[in-house]
Each structure stands twice: as structure tokens, then as C-alpha cells.
């Protein structure tokens, strides 16, 4: 098993531009949830997911949109990049979101937006 | 809303001094979950923690969870340099935001030899 991965490992962008950071797990887990990892601030939540087809927003949306088609892949949008949102980005997954499992993180997308 | 508070933010020990990290949360948590994340690293499950009272040892690791499923603790004996790292709790909500993890800010932790 590859766990959870993403791709690109590195990005930089300019202001206004808009892209896609994919993730995907092959660990057929349920839950799968995308954050962001700023200094000093520890991991906060952008959006997740608890299945196919269902998504939810975390403590920071906005920016981002998210849809999740199938089980593996679970894409994080940026609509129009702005500088506040250069970080490094995390996919994680696991196994189900009702009950209590580890989260499998992903190695992460260092993002600058200039 | 949910809030899980980590203190300390940093740590500077010497290689075989102990070392402990704090979380609180506002409200009761289901259970609880330790993370580690090298330099450069992604985090990377330690731990969960679910009964009241529950205390749980990895080595020279130990984890606590309070009575009142509100706070926990990590606790490294003898700190080694391979234990260099931040160190994360993420506590599970209950009832309608079960599901979701709170994270901690991480104490950053920084051994000399």
C-alpha cells in the first residue's frame, strides 16, 4: 500500500491563480479530511469528508472547495490564490469517522503564493 | 466552539532530562490522540487515549487522559535526540461533531546532546 499520497510536493503561484492539490489513499478508509499547517499554529482543518459524495467545512473554508467522487481521491481547490494562503498543506485519511481511528497524513504540499 | 489549548509552545531540554506536554479542552472530549511530526516530517500517529483515567506507556512515552476526558498528558523519560520533533494532541468531539479532530498547536521539542 502507497497509504495516503499527494501530489505536487511543491507549488508556487502567483496571486489570482487558481489550482488543484490531489490526494488520494488506497486504504479504502472513509474519512478523509484536508488541513493546513501554518507556524505556530498547529494543524487546522479545511474541509472533510466522511464518504463519497459527502463533504463538510472545517475551521477554515474559505478559499477552498472540495468534492469527493470516490473513495481513493479527495482534491483540495484553490479558487484564487491569495499570499494568506501559503502553507503547507496535509491530506489525511482514515478508516472510518464514526468510530475512533488514527489518522494516516500524507506527506504534504509546501504552497507560496506571491 | 471546540478549542484544544497545548502548552508549552516550545521545549529546549538536555539529552536525559524529562519532558511533558499539556492539552486542555473546553469541553468533554470521546477520546483523545498524540501525534509526532519530525522537522520537515508529517504527523504520525502515536496514540489514543478513550477511558477516563486511562494511562498508557510506549517506552519512555506516557500518556494520561483526565478523569473528566477534558485534559491529557505526554510525558518522555530520559529525552533522547531522536525524540527532536513537535508533538501534537487532537482531541474527537462528541455528539454532532463527532468525527473531527481539534488539534493542538504542537510543543516543539529540541533536545541537546
Known amino acids: 500500500n502507497a497509504g495516503v499520497t499527494q501530489t505536487p510536493k511543491f507549488q508556487v503561484l502567483k496571486t489570482g491563480q487558481s489550482m488543484t492539490l490531489q490526494c488520494a489513499q488506497d486504504m479504502n478508509h472513509e474519512y478523509m479530511s484536508w488541513y493546513r499547517q501554518d507556524p505556530g499554529m498547529g494543524l487546522r482543518l479545511i474541509h472533510y469528508?466522511?464518504?463519497?459524495?459527502?463533504?463538510d467545512q472545517g475551521e477554515v473554508p474559505n478559499g477552498y472547495n472540495v468534492s469527493r467522487s470516490t473513495t481513493e481521491d479527495f482534491p483540495l481547490r484553490l479558487l484564487s490564490a491569495a499570499p494568506s494562503q501559503t502553507s503547507v498543506y496535509f491530506c489525511a485519511s482514515s478508516r472510518s469517522a464514526l468510530d475512533s481511528y488514527e489518522q494516516y497524513f500524507g506527506p504534504g504540499t509546501r504552497l507560496t503564493v506571491t | 466552539g471546540q478549542q484544544v489549548m497545548q502548552i508549552p509552545q516550545y521545549q529546549h531540554v538536555q539529552e536525559g532530562e524529562d519532558f511533558t506536554t499539556y492539552c486542555n479542552s473546553s469541553t468533554t472530549l470521546s477520546n483523545i490522540q498524540w501525534y509526532k511530526q519530525r522537522p520537515g516530517g508529517h504527523p504520525v500517529f502515536l496514540i489514543q487515549?478513550?477511558?477516563?483515567?486511562e494511562v498508557k506507556k510506549q517506552k519512555r512515552l506516557t500518556f494520561q487522559f483526565g478523569e473528566a476526558k477534558k485534559n491529557s498528558s505526554l510525558h518522555i523519560t530520559a529525552t533522547q535526540t531522536t525524540d527532536v520533533g513537535t508533538y501534537f494532541c487532537?482531541?474527537?468531539?462528541?455528539?454532532?461533531?463527532?468525527?473531527?479532530?481539534?488539534f493542538g498547536r504542537g510543543t516543539q521539542l529540541t533536545v541537546w546532546p
Open positions: 487532537a482531541g474527537r468531539g462528541r455528539g454532532s461533531t463527532l468525527g473531527r479532530l481539534y
Open positions: 487515549l478513550v477511558k477516563s483515567g
Open positions: 469528508s466522511v464518504g463519497a459524495g459527502i463533504t
